[in-house]
């Protein structure tokens, strides 16, 4: 099977897509013949390197996907851009530590606004844009802190936690309309939000509690998400795809 025919005439949309994982998605999806809606909320210089990279035709949206009005603002203007929307990979979010006896609503808000309530908003908008005769697949990005935790950052777990219970429910009551929605579950991976840690002595001990030894580069998550939007997972829906170097076999 040619990958590149499963994705003929393909819109993608990717949340968080001006860098890291949503990036390097964009960029694969790209390769493959796809029509890239890029989003960005902040940084539009980014976002245009990122456009200038495409080989496809590619567009670039902002929205702030915090509030319910961000994610229908992006969602009405992507389904205008070309028509329709067959793949929505919802990537972006934050990862703030927090310590329980310190955290405030405010930063337990912030967290959960961004990082699950957003994906309610935005897959229902979306669905009306989906071809109603051939369906659709939707990714969430979720984090093997939703499997097993993570300490200093409770909020960013649950909410981790959120999102893999919501692809498991979607994936249910979408597959009447031929909606397939999986996850991918990365573990630690070079992105901007994780270089400040990634750092000495604890980039050390992060890497011994790895089997295959080593931290993810972006490009090595994204292939995961395109195997799951393409036709070799046509009866794949409600996984939650590890791509962590074996880590969360540990925890």
Known sequence: ????????????????????????????????????????????????????????ETQILQADLSH???????????????GKIDILVINHGIWERGEINKITTNDLNRTIDLNLKSLFYLTRETIPFFPSNKGGSIILISSTAGQRGEANYSQYAASKGGVIALTKSLAVELAPRKIRVNAVAPGWVKTDMANDVLQ???????????????????EDIAPSVVFLASNYANHITGEILNVNGGSVLCG
Not at 11 to 32: D, M, N, P, Q, Y
């Open 200 to 218: 000495g002595d604890y980039l050390k001990e992060i890497i011994a509690t790895i089997p295959l030894k080593k931290i993810a580069a972006p």
């Open 68 to 82: 319910e009005s961000g994610c229908k603002k992006l969602i009405s203007e992507a389904g205008e851009t070309f």
């Open 1 to 56: 099977m040619d990958l590149a025919k499963n994705f003929n005439d393909k819109v993608v949309l990717i949340t968080g897509s001006s860098r890291g994982i949503g990036r390097a998605c964009a960029k694969t999806f790209s390769e493959l013949g796809c029509k890239i809606i890029i989003h960005y909320n902040k940084n539009a210089t980014a976002a245009m390197e990122v456009k200038e990279s495409m080989n496809t």
